[in-house]
Structure formats: structure tokens, C-alpha cells
């Protein structure tokens, strides 16, 4: 079965400090991994897929197969990334719907 | 802007009743999924469309149905609403949806739905 396993439902740093959101999955295939952000409870925006290997608002994400995980880090957290951040697998095999983790909320303190 | 829009934004309703709610994809994408979101349940995939067609079906509640029209916008009905029922619905679309390697899907703004 496919899963998304997001950790930490909250996560608190300051200003500065580097930030990592865990991510594992659960998938016997390849996986395509994605970050999505969600703000105030508005349209969740994609942040990166690993295919791509872009660096989207300085966070970047390295897929491990040995840890079966993809964790979003960025090195210094903004104000302006408080927001809530989704994991999401989509098999490889075909264009068949995302699978979400649960969601960790980022809050960056002043 | 994802280009993706859903009306109404938000929608207020009385437990037992029903509801639509409408999403037109991306300019050019084929492929609609529905998902919903609630505090306790997270991001639940309901249901997508191909092309006019049902491609996959998630943990879609029998009292709720989806189609796609000819112009490939999309409607999620939701039936004999219950209280649970209140969420945030998204859609989101990607270009073709076919058997070629998953797709970004890009998301509308969602509608907030409150049964009372």
C-alpha cells in the first residue's frame, strides 16, 4: 500500500535557523515525490518534485530509495515560510491521484 | 494563480441537504481530481476524471458523485450532507492524465463547505 508519513505535525523555529520537514513513504515501485504548501488555508501551491531538482524559494529536497524518504530542508527559515506543508507520492506507473501525508505546520518565530 | 478555479467559495447548508460544487481546470488539462480536506482526516482523494471519463475513484462517500461535462469542467455533488461532511473540497487538474508518469496537479482554490 502507498503511504505518506509526515512526523511532526508542527514544527517551531526562529527566524535564521535551518529548517527540516521529515517526509518517509511507503511505495514497492519508483515514486514520484512532491512538496506542496499550503497558506492560511488557501490553494496548496507545489513547492518542488524531485524529478525536476529545482530549488523553489531557497528549500531543496534529496530523494533517499535506502530511507524511502524525502525531507524538505531549507538553511535559513523566513518569516514568510509559516505556512503548512504537505508530502505527496504519486506512483509511477501511470497518472493516478496523489497520496498526502497528514501535514506539518512550519511556524518561523521572529 | 494555478488557473485553476472552483466556485462557489464558500457555502453554508442545513444537514440532509445538497450541494454542487464546480471546478474548471487549467486551460488544455484533462484530467480532474477531487479531493477533500478536514482537520481530523487530512488531504482525502475523492475522485478523477479523464476526459469525460471516471479514472480513479478514492474514499468517495456513496451519497456523493462526481461527472465531467464536454467542456471538461467538473461538478462534485454531495448528497443528504451531514455534519461530518464540513471541508474544504479541492479540485486540481493536470494535462492529460494518461499512463505516462505522474503529472503535476496544480489546485484550485478550494470551497469551504459548513453543514449546520
Known amino acids: 500500500a502507498q503511504r505518506v508519513t509526515q512526523p511532526e505535525k508542527l514544527l517551531s523555529v526562529f527566524k535564521g535557523a535551518p529548517v527540516e520537514l521529515k517526509c518517509n513513504y511507503s511505495?514497492?515501485?519508483?515514486?514520484?515525490l512532491f512538496w506542496y504548501v499550503q497558506y492560511s488555508r488557501q490553494r496548496l501551491q507545489l513547492l518542488l518534485r524531485h524529478i525536476s531538482r529545482e530549488s523553489i524559494k531557497g528549500f531543496t529536497a534529496d530523494l533517499n530509495k535506502g530511507e524511502t524518504s524525502f525531507h524538505l530542508k531549507k538553511p535559513f527559515a523566513q518569516e514568510e515560510d509559516s505556512a503548512m506543508y504537505y508530502c505527496a507520492l504519486a506512483p509511477n506507473s501511470g497518472n493516478t491521484p496523489l497520496v498526502f501525508g497528514k501535514g506539518t505546520r512550519l511556524s518561523v518565530i521572529a | 494563480d494555478s488557473g485553476v478555479t472552483q466556485t462557489p467559495k464558500h457555502l453554508i447548508t442545513a444537514t440532509g441537504q445538497r450541494v454542487t460544487l464546480r471546478c474548471s481546470p487549467r486551460?488544455?488539462?484533462?484530467?480532474v481530481y477531487w479531493y477533500q480536506q478536514s482537520l481530523d482526516q487530512g488531504l482525502q482523494f475523492l475522485i478523477q476524471y479523464y476526459n469525460g471519463e471516471e479514472r480513479a475513484k478514492g474514499n468517495i462517500l456513496e451519497r456523493f458523485s462526481a461527472q465531467q461535462f464536454p467542456d471538461l469542467h467538473s461538478e462534485l455533488n454531495l448528497s443528504s450532507l451531514e455534519l461530518g461532511d464540513s471541508a474544504l473540497y479541492f479540485c486540481a487538474s493536470s494535462p492529460t492524465g494518461q499512463r505516462g508518469g505522474p503529472e503535476t496537479q496544480y489546485f484550485g482554490p478550494g470551497t469551504r463547505l459548513l453543514v449546520l
Open positions: 486551460s488544455g488539462d484533462l484530467s
Open positions: 511505495y514497492s515501485g519508483s515514486p514520484e
